[in-house]
C-alpha cells in the first residue's frame, strides 16, 4: 500500500541519494539545504509503499522566502498558487502509477489555491514528465532558462 507521509531523520540519506541520482532533472540537494526547505516548504513528504522508501515530493504554498527562481517566477505573475518542487520515485517504483498517486494527492492540496504550478526540463529534455503533464491537464504559462538548461513553466487550474 502507498502512502505520503512527512520525512523523518531516518529518511534523510535515501532523500539525498535519490535526489542526486536524479539530479540533472532537479536542484542539487544536500542536508544543510533540506533542513533550509524543510523550514519554508508546506510538505516534505516521503512516499513509502509497503515500508519501502519510493521516493518523495517536496512543495511550498505562496508567500515563503523560498529562493528559487522558478518559485519567483510564479510569485510575480500569481497572486495564489501552490509550487511543486521536485518529486522523485525511486528507480525501484517507477511505472507503478505512484506519480499518479502523489499528483491527486498534491492537487487536492493545491485546490484551495486555485492552480498548481510546477516546471520540467526542456533542456535536457524530461519526455515523459512532459507527456506525464499534458495527460493530466498542464498548460504551458512561460519559460526560463538558456541553451545549458531550460524548463517550461506548467500550471493546472483547480476548481476548489
Same mark, same amino acid.
Given at each position: 500500500?502507498?502512502?505520503?507521509?512527512?520525512?523523518? &531523520?531516518?529518511?534523510?540519506?535515501? *532523500?539525498?541519494?535519490?535526489?542526486?541520482?536524479?539530479?540533472?532533472?532537479?536542484? &542539487?540537494?544536500?542536508?544543510?539545504?533540506?533542513?533550509?526547505?524543510?523550514?519554508?516548504?508546506?510538505? *516534505?513528504?516521503?512516499l @513509502?509503499?509497503?515500508?519501502?522508501?519510493?521516493?518523495? /515530493?517536496?512543495?511550498?504554498?505562496?508567500?515563503?522566502?523560498? @529562493?528559487?527562481?522558478?518559485?519567483?517566477?510564479f510569485?510575480?505573475?500569481?497572486?495564489?498558487?501552490?509550487?511543486?518542487?521536485?518529486? *522523485?520515485?525511486?528507480? @525501484?517504483?517507477?511505472?507503478?502509477g505512484?506519480?499518479?498517486?502523489?499528483?491527486?494527492? /498534491?492537487?487536492?492540496?493545491?485546490?484551495? %489555491?486555485g492552480?498548481?504550478?510546477?516546471? *520540467?526540463?526542456?533542456? &535536457?529534455?524530461?519526455?515523459?514528465?512532459?507527456?506525464? %503533464?499534458?495527460?493530466?491537464?498542464? /498548460?504551458?504559462?512561460?519559460r526560463?532558462?538558456?541553451?545549458? %538548461?531550460?524548463?517550461?513553466?506548467?500550471?493546472k487550474?483547480?476548481?476548489?
Amino acid at each position: 500500500m502507498a502512502t505520503l507521509r512527512p520525512i523523518t &531523520p531516518s529518511d534523510v540519506d535515501d *532523500v539525498l541519494a535519490l535526489n542526486e541520482r536524479n539530479v540533472v532533472k532537479l536542484a &542539487p540537494l544536500d542536508a544543510a539545504r533540506l533542513t533550509e526547505i524543510q523550514d519554508w516548504a508546506d510538505r *516534505v513528504d516521503v512516499l @513509502d509503499v509497503d515500508g519501502a522508501f519510493a521516493g518523495f /515530493v517536496v512543495t511550498f504554498g505562496p508567500g515563503t522566502p523560498y @529562493d528559487s527562481d522558478n518559485y519567483r517566477w510564479f510569485t510575480d505573475r500569481f497572486d495564489d498558487f501552490y509550487y511543486l518542487d521536485r518529486i *522523485v520515485l525511486h528507480e @525501484d517504483f517507477r511505472r507503478r502509477g505512484l506519480g499518479g498517486f502523489v499528483y491527486d494527492d /498534491v492537487e487536492e492540496t493545491a485546490r484551495k %489555491h486555485g492552480r498548481l504550478a510546477l516546471e *520540467v526540463n526542456l533542456v &535536457p529534455r524530461n519526455d515523459a514528465s512532459l507527456a506525464f %503533464h499534458e495527460g493530466r491537464g498542464y /498548460v504551458e504559462v512561460g519559460r526560463i532558462g538558456d541553451d545549458d %538548461h531550460l524548463v517550461t513553466l506548467l500550471t493546472k487550474e483547480l476548481e476548489a
